[in-house]
């Protein structure tokens, strides 16, 4: 798996590149390194309450200078260890 390479700036959020879909009860699950943090999901783009509406908004980190590696899983809660997607994302911050 070649890993999704994200560049932001410490301390600020950093939109991580997950997709979001409409519910379907699959929710990402990170697995984070030393530093970074998960902060709360930024605000949908469309209209909330329409039809096929994404589930929240984009997941989002933030963590000081350094070059860091998490893994995604996208998973049913009752169901963690087994994913329909993992995602490996290289984040660099400046």
């Known amino acids: 798996m070649?890993?999704?390479v994200?560049?932001?700036q410490a301390g600020a959020a950093i939109v991580l590149p997950?997709?979001?879909g409409p519910a379907t009860g699959h929710e990402w699950r990170l697995t984070l390194p030393a530093g970074v943090q998960q902060i709360a999901d930024s605000t949908p783009a469309t209209a909330p309450g329409q039809l096929g509406d994404p589930?929240?908004?984009?997941?989002q980190v933030k963590a000081p200078a350094g070059r860091y590696r998490i893994t995604a899983r996208l998973a049913r809660p009752w169901a963690p260890d087994q994913?329909?997607?993992t995602v490996e994302i290289?984040?660099?911050v400046r």
Do not use: F, H, T
């Open 6 to 8: 994200i560049e932001g």
């Open 90 to 92: 290289d984040l660099v």
């Open 55 to 59: 589930a929240g908004g984009q997941v």
């Open 83 to 85: 994913p329909v997607k």
């Open 18 to 20: 997950l997709p979001r």
């Open 2 to 4: 070649v890993p999704v």
